[in-house]
């Protein structure tokens, strides 16, 4: 889980990285995601190390659902009879939203495939003109509300897993060991904070 | 004061349980949890019912065997106190309860509130000591450990088993427990010659007694009546991907510690 | 009946080395045939059984807890003693067996005690070497507090839960040889008889406290270590679940009792709030340290505590022991508190407890000193009461603790039943008439990692294992009438609760063989526990069935056994003409109010032989012989 986890977590990264180039302007913009086919040259083919980064992500995506399947049928496994009522303490709602928020991630992604990656969703997607397909999804109300609220539950999911991660992974060493919680969460929201401003900005008509 | 009571019945391991209501009356506020169930199971005599089962033993806080999940908390609503230690002014009058036993698969209901916590036994017979044969022991005082490890070693050992961490945990894992005998050996310098055969076979008895998988909420730490920090689980953690990378047969044999 | 003390001859010093050397041995290979039984497993049955096994016998441990981990040591506070000088105070094996037997007021073996000393500091370097966290000094050495009664610095704790953390270090020890499969283990099952045939003890009878089933269990040797009998009294110190059970039965079947009217009566315990108090719970003793302990000088006073000036104040204390004061040692702390609420000037609800006042020691100390101090203390005082002790001055009154009596046991810690042994607390052997603070956790160590598993070596190598097995006809007796008792406890269709009357024994045994006794008084309590018992029998009600987990059937049968045992230890305390450590007589004191003992007439032992239910015990006297300590008046003034 950690291990998936902390894959997914670089991409997230880096596609945030790649896609706050967008504030650089168009020609920056479609530039880098030109880019990512041709990086790797001239070793790598055209598109190659792109393929070799998606296989791992998806293989990633499949572990850490398969993870979460089966920690989560272990857990159904481990109290056969439930409590009337358990009242929690100490948890957290990203930490209880872990599995749900999962699932809405990945019904975001399909959906995020389709509108920037495959265009079927996107009435005015050109294909290659990437800052285009994306100021014209966004400028359309509901789908950057979408894309919002996905980021939220981004945040929620990240904030849970960097701080799930440190812990599974024993990386609890003093001095850095008391600001798990606090580190966790300014990522989470720094993350979904950076992923949030393109939206708003295309609303706000800084991009266009 | 006055306290409603629903208590979960169940005459046997394979049979039904149901929760009853009690009305109780005359509650003194300076009764602690279990004598208000001494004086119901008193009344429940006298009328010829079947008195309510529930461990219990040293009523002071330390032996682990009381247990109870009040309202949705193991052990009730008071931080860092066992149910023998809660006491009734701890709840308004007219106060309604749901009591019920812990609930996990490794820990099978014997009888209402009682429990079979031989799971976690069976994970410390599977490597939760140090082997030192008695009479082989050096002099004490030629092994030296740092105040803070001693100190440390100490918050992870006062751990009592009653198992409401397990009780609290929505995925009803035993890691706390675990990492908490896993902390206090491995900090000791004792500790060290079976730190990665000790982790290794306590990992793999919990898994084997049918506990959940932490996923760090944390609701143990909070049910905790000795305050036992999920750092120590963190801990574990490191301590078992260590052994793993650095014993890796011993996980494929899964033999903990007990090599006579 | 002979009672052979079996001490070896010698110098003090040189007795258990020697008696060691000349031990018999069992051969290795022959070790694995013998089966041995240890009942119980706190520090001295964890620790037995698990050096046992480590030797290569064929161990079994019961208990009735649902785990070996839940035994009553866990609830030990203080700490352990040992003769270790590490304070460099001028510590010594000789000053730590003084102190002991001084302390228990020169009723214990000398012999016994000095073997005790000896042994202390090995159970330091064992219980290390299992990773017991005791506190530590900033050097990474082990440290030290001092404890009541002595003047030296020996005592080894881990905070404030020593007693948790050596039974844990058994506890592991034990798992481990459960895991390897060379003990095992029964837990929820209780000892209810011991099986002997031809005069040797061959194996116990047990229920299974889940399914009821009453089982016989065989072995070549039965090791009895079940703890002290406190709860007789009803409310005490001890677990719900402590009990005189398993080493009555045993004593019933041939088993001398010692000095059964010894027991201890500790200081510093929360009074009790009403009448539906379920037991007592003890508070560190360090208390006294800086605490001063008073009632008002007026009966009846009703003003609180703060609104009374210092003048009417009777720090009783400080007023009788000038040179000790407030840590006079626990037998004489205690009786005091007595006698000022039996004057009518005791406080809190119904009389029953004296302040234990800290306001001096936070106004020269400051808040900040004394939180660190006794933090933990005052948060559980504040739990149980629901009054702060910053504010108010904490209440405390004496509370039966520890119980020095026990069977009667000779060097080798066998009881005058062949191939029987108690350890622990369960036998009579080294604290006299009084314990020691933090000596309880050190004998019952002694006992189970160093000293049966040597001793009982002797007995096994000369007796041949015979295979008993549990088909044999005495099994098949002791289980039926162990079995019968069950069903007449279940028949009884009475209509008093087991408790009801646990709570009244308790009440008879408080008032008249508590702190202090008289004859006329002892007398009574014999004549009403008579009545007591058989009312118990006639008009009990326990309910449920024999066949499942039925905690008023277990409760029964101890409270059964209590009221059989009671008698018994009335007797003891009657027969005993003379005031010494915790058996205070009101007819033999100083005219200060001391004890005042009777060497001369009472310098022995009192084992009692069983007669038969209602018959007249007999005694036998095992003489103490001091050659080294010289006999003295305790004097605490």
Not at chain 3, 305 to 320: K, T
Request: net charge neutral; proline share 5%; glycine share 10%.
């Amino acid at each position: 889980m950690a291990v998936t986890g902390v894959i997914l977590f670089l991409f997230v990264v880096a596609h945030l990285l790649g896609n706050l180039k967008i504030f650089e302007g168009p020609a920056a913009f479609d530039a880098y995601a030109e880019g990512l086919r041709t990086v790797g040259a001239p070793f790598f083919g055209r598109g190659w190390l792109l393929w070799i980064a998606r296989v791992v992500l998806i293989v990633a995506v499949l572990a850490h659902m398969w993870a979460a399947i089966e920690t989560t049928r272990a857990s159904w496994r481990a109290r056969p009879v439930s409590y009337r009522r358990l009242e929690p303490v100490e948890t957290t709602y990203a930490a209880r939203t872990m599995r749900w928020g999962g699932v809405l991630i990945v019904v975001y992604v399909i959906y995020h495939l389709l509108d920037f990656t495959f265009g079927r969703v996107n009435p005015s997607f050109v294909p290659g003109d990437v800052y285009h397909n994306v100021v014209a999804s966004l400028r359309v109300g509901p789908v950057a509300a979408a894309y919002i609220a996905a980021m939220v539950v981004l945040g929620l999911h990240l904030y849970h897993g960097t701080w799930s991660a440190l812990q599974t992974l024993g990386l609890n060493r003093p001095p850095t060991g008391g600001w798990r919680r606090g580190v966790a969460a300014a990522i989470a929201v720094l993350i979904a904070g950076a992923y949030i401003s393109i939206p708003v900005a295309v609303l706000a008509g800084m991009l266009r | 004061m006055r306290v409603t009571l629903h208590v979960w019945r169940q005459p046997g391991p394979e049979l039904a349980g149901v929760f009853v209501r009690y009305d109780m009356t005359d509650v003194s506020p300076d009764m602690s949890f279990l004598e208000m169930l001494d004086v119901l199971n008193q009344q429940l005599l006298a009328r010829q019912d079947d008195p309510i089962a529930f461990d219990h033993d040293c009523r002071e806080g330390i032996c682990g065997a009381c247990g109870m999940v009040i309202n949705g908390r193991p052990h009730g609503p008071r931080r860092a106190t066992t149910t023998c230690q809660l006491h009734m002014r701890s709840f308004p009058d007219g106060a309604e309860l749901w009591i019920e036993p812990w609930r996990a698969r490794a820990f099978p209901v014997i009888k209402d509130l009682v429990v079979d916590r031989g799971a976690f036994d069976r994970i410390i017979q599977a490597g939760g000591f140090i082997t030192a044969r008695t009479g082989s022991a050096p002099e004490a005082n030629s092994l030296l450990v740092p105040k803070a490890d001693a100190d440390l070693a100490m918050d992870a050992a006062a751990c009592i088993g009653c198992g409401a961490c397990v009780a609290a945990c929505p995925n009803a894992s035993a890691m706390l427990f675990v990492a908490a005998k896993v902390s206090h050996l491995g900090l000791l310098p004792q500790g060290q010659p079976e730190r990665a055969a000790r982790v290794v076979g306590m990992v793999a008895q919990m898994d084997a007694e049918g506990f959940g998988a932490c996923s760090n909420h944390g609701e143990c730490m909070a049910a905790c009546p000795k305050e036992i920090s999920i750092d120590f689980i963190a801990r574990l953690n490191r301590d078992y991907l260590k052994a793993v990378v650095s014993h890796p047969s011993s996980v494929v044999r899964g033999d903990g510690g007990s090599n006579g | 009946m002979e009672l052979r003390s079996r001490i070896p001859d010698g110098p003090l010093e040189a007795k258990w080395e020697r008696h060691r050397s000349g031990i018999k041995l069992v051969n290795p290979a022959n070790k694995l045939k013998h089966h041995i039984l240890v009942v119980g497993s706190g520090l001295a049955g964890a620790s037995a059984a698990a050096s046992l096994a480590e030797l290569g016998y064929r161990v079994s441990c019961f208990c009735f807890q649902d785990s070996p981990r839940r035994a009553h040591s866990i609830a030990a506070q203080g700490g352990i003693n040992a003769a270790k000088n590490y304070q460099n105070d001028g510590d010594s094996v000789f000053r730590l067996f003084y102190d002991t037997i001084k302390g228990g007021d020169f009723r214990s073996r000398e012999a016994n005690v000095y073997r005790l000393a000896e042994i202390s500091a090995r159970i330091i370097d064992q219980c290390t070497a299992q990773g017991v966290p005791f506190a530590r000094e900033y050097g990474g050495l082990l440290a030290n507090r001092s404890f009541g009664g002595v003047q030296v610095s020996r005592t080894f704790y881990a905070r404030g839960q020593t007693g948790q953390q050596l039974l844990l270090g058994a506890y592991q020890a034990l798992s481990r040889q459960i895991g390897i499969g060379t003990v095992t283990m029964y837990p929820r099952s209780e000892m209810l008889d011991l099986v002997v045939i031809d005069g040797r003890a061959r194996g116990i009878i047990t229920r299974d406290l889940i399914s009821g089933a009453v089982s016989a269990h065989a072995g070549d040797a039965v090791v009895l270590a079940t703890g002290g009998y406190s709860n007789v009294y009803y409310l005490s110190t001890n677990a719900k679940g402590c009990n005189v059970t398993a080493i009555w039965r045993a004593h019933k079947r041939g088993a001398a009792f010692a000095n059964p009217g010894f027991t201890q009566i500790h200081p510093t315990c929360i009074p009790q709030t009403g009448a539906h108090q379920s037991k007592l719970t003890l508070m560190s003793e360090s208390l006294r340290n800086d605490g001063r302990i008073w009632v008002p000088k007026r009966q009846g006073e009703t003003r609180p505590p703060h609104q009374i000036p210092e003048e009417d104040r009777d720090y009783y204390l400080e007023r009788l022991y000038p040179s000790y004061g407030n840590l006079a040692p626990r037998d004489i702390a205690s009786r005091r508190a007595k006698e000022v609420c039996d004057e009518g000037r005791g406080v809190g609800p119904g009389g029953h407890g004296v302040y234990l006042d800290l306001r001096d020691a936070i106004a020269r100390l400051g808040r900040r000193v004394i939180a660190e101090r006794y933090g933990n203390l005052f948060e559980m005082y504040q739990r149980i009461t629901g009054e702060d002790p910053f504010q108010v001055p904490m209440r405390i009154y004496p509370a039966p603790h520890y119980t020095m009596g026990g069977l009667w046991v000779d060097y080798n810690l066998m009881t005058t039943v062949d191939g029987l042994y108690a350890i622990g607390e369960a036998n009579f052997s080294d604290h006299g008439a009084n314990r020691l603070g933090a000596s309880a956790l050190m004998q019952g160590l002694a006992d189970g990692y160093f000293i049966l598993p040597y001793t009982i070596g002797d007995y096994l190598a000369q007796a041949k294992p015979v295979t008993v097995d549990p088909e044999h006809p005495a099994f098949h007796q002791i289980r039926g009438e162990v079995a019968e008792r069950v069903r007449r406890l279940l028949a009884a269709s009475g209509r008093k609760t087991v408790d009801a009357f646990h709570r009244e024994l308790g009440r008879v045994m408080w008032d008249k063989c508590g702190m202090s006794r008289n004859a006329a008084g002892l007398k009574e309590a014999m004549g009403r526990i008579g009545q007591l018992r058989d009312e118990f029998w006639r008009d009990v009600h326990v309910g449920g069935r024999g066949e499942e987990l039925n905690q008023s059937l277990e409760h029964a049968g101890r409270v059964a056994d209590f009221f059989e045992f009671a008698e018994l230890m009335c007797q003891d305390a009657l027969y005993r003409e003379e005031s010494c450590g915790c058996h205070f007589r009101e007819e033999y004191q100083t005219p200060e109010g001391e004890a005042k003992r009777d060497d001369e007439r009472f310098g022995y032992v009192a084992a009692w032989e069983f007669a038969g239910l209602g018959k007249e015990p007999v005694l036998h006297k095992e003489p103490l012989a001091f050659e080294a300590v010289h006999l003295a008046q305790r004097s605490y003034k």
